[in-house]
């Protein structure tokens, strides 16, 4: 069975410039969560999916940060524009719903760098 | 709000050698997760701890989940180079009103063969 599949794994922009991650969860999961893992930290989560629904997305920078899961299964992230801050790994992971008894499977992510 | 500290935060062990590492909490979690992150990949699941007390393995793993809730431990025996990587504790926060996990700042851990 596939996990979950992210592109691109790399993206080098300019800042101001827009950029997006797309998602593919593992088929069945109807939970997707996108995380923002910094260097040197854990992962911190920036929204969260129930099928098409985006149930928690208090920690999105909303001025500069959109996602979408139109049909409930693959999901994009986007930043619009991008600043040097955002450089970071994003992490996608789904799970078949929520709770601890629901194992996250996560993505191998996006690495960006913005200059 | 709810914050996981790791200790340590890195370590060079001799291969054969064990392993400890710890996760502490200023609040009570009802559930402690421990992953691996290995390089350009994403976090993978170890153990998970659902009861205070809990101690639980997974090969050469072994976890627990400390009696006051509020700190895990996790065991690494007879090191190999492959367990190499960065190990984050997690559990679920309960303080902002909707379900979402914290994570630690991580172990990372390198093995001298």
């Known amino acids: 069975e596939a996990g979950v599949v992210q592109s691109p794994r790399y993206k080098i922009i300019e800042k101001k410039q827009p950029v997006a991650f797309w998602c593919n969860p593992i088929s069945g999961h109807n939970t997707l969560y996108w995380y923002l893992q910094n260097l040197g930290q854990g992962p911190e989560l920036l929204i969260r999916y129930e099928n098409e629904e985006a149930v928690d997305d208090s920690q999105l920078p909303k001025d500069r940060f959109s996602a979408e899961r139109l049909k409930g299964v693959d999901s994009t992230l986007k930043i619009q524009p991008a600043e040097l801050g955002d450089s970071a790994v994003y992490l996608c992971?789904?799970?078949?719903?929520?709770?601890?008894?629901?194992?996250?499977?996560f993505g191998p992510g996006t690495r960006l760098t913005v200059l | 709000g709810q914050q996981l500290n790791q200790s340590p935060q890195s370590m060079f062990i001799q291969e054969g050698e064990d392993v400890s590492m710890n996760c502490t909490s200023s609040s009570i979690f009802n559930t402690w997760l421990w992953y691996k992150q290995d390089p350009g990949e994403g976090p993978v699941l170890l153990i998970a701890?659902?009861?205070?007390?809990e101690l639980t393995s997974n090969g050469r793993l072994t976890a627990q989940f400390g009696i006051t809730r509020k700190d895990s431990f996790l065991n690494i025996s007879a090191s190999i180079p492959s367990d190499v990587g960065i190990y984050f504790c997690a559990g679920p926060s309960t303080t902002s009103g909707t379900y979402k996990y914290i994570f630690g700042t991580g172990t990372r851990l390198k093995v001298l063969a």
């Open positions: 992971a789904s799970s078949l719903g929520i709770g601890s008894y629901n194992e996250q499977f």
């Open positions: 701890l659902y009861k205070a007390g």
